[in-house]
């Protein structure tokens, strides 16, 4: 949360303000009100699951924040992306993000977004992961969780704790893996990381880059290698993907995606998304 006295920065939304409910005893705050006004947060008494949900611009976060309570992130519309233990992940509406309670995350939208978080008290909840995990929100799932945010007057106790089991054996993690490009320090290579976040396609060699900012390409390769854990080659792919992601969650065509981010087929775009991710955008993105 931005400090006391502080405002956020444009396109920084605070996270709900710390106030508990008398039925909050895990955690979950009320919602802030934010520029949109449509936090709304549904929280029977007696309920295991509490149903958040904001309407979010793109490019608008939450500041870096916590809950104790897990966390079931999920976008109905637009595309979410999550931070959280130095890792980014991209949430289509095709998949949730679980953040285990306790976690430090911040979350935002890569475009117009409906966030619709779950939060699931520890003590009542059978699901026990210790890092986030993508979830698929097939058909089922997404009406549980629309039937679940209803107002708390909507449903009887009952019809709410057997959605709310239905939901909980519905969770299923999938294996993908997130697509991390973090930034080198070194002020040179951190120059030639930022050039090619504004445009992935650029495919100039170390050696081209070193001449632009003052570098030799050997000097440029070490600092990627020391201070990303990855070759300038692995980070520029890890990059791509990462900005192909939003593009294809838009509906972008994958063709259309592999040129925007620099690949000169889709097939390569295709194999270089499976490597990366664990499964073809097709898989990943699917309705």
């Not at 919602?31 to 936090?39: H, I």
């Not at 890792?87 to 309670?101: G, Q």
């Not at 909507?154 to 239905?166: F, G, Y």
Request: net charge positive.
């Amino acid at each position: 949360m931005s400090p006391k006295g502080q405002q956020p920065p444009p396109g920084v939304r605070q996270p709900w303000d710390g106030r508990l409910n008398a039925d909050d005893r895990h955690g979950v705050p009320r919602p802030a009100a934010g520029k949109a006004g449509t936090g709304q947060l549904v929280a029977p008494p007696g309920g295991a699951v509490a149903v958040g949900s904001f309407a979010l611009d793109g490019g608008e976060w939450f500041d870096s924040h916590a809950h104790g309570a897990h966390q079931l992130a999920w976008a109905p519309h637009g595309v979410l992306a999550v931070r959280a233990r130095g890792r980014t992940w991209v949430l289509p509406s095709t998949v949730a993000l679980w953040i285990p309670a306790g976690t430090e995350h911040s979350t935002g939208a890569t475009s117009t977004a409906l966030l619709r978080s779950l939060y699931f008290w520890p003590d009542r909840c059978p699901i026990a992961w210790r890092e986030p995990q993508v979830v698929p929100v097939p058909g089922l799932l997404r009406e549980l969780i629309g039937h679940l945010a209803q107002g708390p007057d909507a449903l009887t106790d009952e019809a709410r704790r057997r959605a709310e089991s239905v939901v909980l054996d519905l969770l299923r993690p999938v294996s993908v893996t997130t697509v991390r490009a973090p930034m080198p320090a070194d002020p040179r290579a951190r120059r030639v990381a930022r050039a090619l976040r504004a445009d992935p396609a650029d495919n100039r060699t170390l050696a081209e880059w070193g001449t632009v900012v003052g570098a030799a390409g050997r000097t440029l390769a070490r600092a990627f290698v020391s201070e990303t854990g990855m070759t300038f080659g692995q980070w520029r792919t890890q990059l791509r993907l990462q900005a192909a992601m939003p593009l294809l969650a838009g509906g972008a065509t994958v063709s259309a995606v592999a040129r925007r981010v620099g690949y000169g087929s889709p097939s390569a775009f295709v194999a270089a998304f499976r490597r990366g991710v664990g499964v073809p955008p097709g898989t990943y993105f699917a309705p």
